[in-house]
């Protein structure tokens, strides 16, 4: 079965600092990665999947086959980042995600 | 704009009790699902439906049953809560194997 591990329950960085956000997946195929976000009082919401390989408010992930990784990062954190963020993993041609536990960032003034 | 609409924002209800959390979708989506979240354990799948009638159990569904009649609507059924069963749930619903659209959540909370 796959899994997906977020070591990180919070983190805290000061504006403009960079941050990095960790994710290490288990899964025997071809997984799908994704970055969900939640911002205070604010629905979940796609943050990036790697599949677009595209930048999201700063963001940018690179999926690590050798390490299975796909860790989150942003060269300079801003205060509007401060959110609970979510790593998930669809595997194969699954419809369903799995989830890590999340990562409550929280960017310092 | 997708919208995912869960009926009740908060509950509260005793052991022993039925419980029914409701979702609506409006973007004909054929997959919905409900998720659990707790703080330290992420989001943990319950139960979900890729069409009308049809279920598949996710990782965590004891407890727990789910209805769908009709395209748009998916509801979650608490038989005889429990008071570990005490959590925020969301509903999600995509299209195939694409983005998941989330509801705002329901806060349950079993006395």
């Given amino acids: 079965a796959q899994r997906v591990t977020q070591p990180e329950k919070l983190l805290s960085v000061f504006k403009g600092a960079p941050v990095e956000l960790k994710c290490n997946y288990s899964y025997s195929g071809s997984p799908e990665l994704f970055w969900y976000v939640q911002y205070s009082r604010q629905r979940l919401q796609l943050l990036l999947r790697h599949i677009s390989r595209e930048s999201i408010k700063g963001f940018t992930a690179d999926l690590n086959k050798g390490e299975t990784s796909f860790h989150l990062k942003k060269p300079f954190a801003q205060e509007e980042d401060s959110a609970m963020y979510y790593c998930a993993l669809r595997p194969g041609s699954a419809r369903q995600l799995t989830f890590g536990s999340g990562t409550q960032l929280t960017v310092l003034p | 704009d997708v919208k995912v609409t869960q ?96 509801g705002e959540g329901s806060r349950l909370t079993v006395l």
Avoid at chain 2, 66 to 77: A, D, G, N
Avoid at chain 2, 95 to 101: D, I, Q, R, V
Wanted: one cysteine or more; hydrophobic letters at 30%; proline letters at 2%.
């Fill in chain 2, 7 to 102: 009926s009740s924002r908060y509950l509260v209800k005793r052991t022993g009790e039925k419980v029914f959390l409701e979702c609506v979708q409006d973007m004909d989506h054929e997959n919905m699902f409900w998720y659990r979240q707790d703080p330290g354990l992420g989001l943990r799948l319950i139960y979900f439906s890729y069409d009308v009638k049809m279920k598949e159990k996710g990782d965590i569904p004891e407890g727990y049953s789910v209805s769908r009649e009709k395209k748009e609507r998916f509801s979650l059924i608490l038989e005889s809560a429990s008071t570990n069963q005490t959590s925020m749930y969301l509903c999600a619903s995509s299209s195939g194997a694409g983005e998941l659209f989330f």
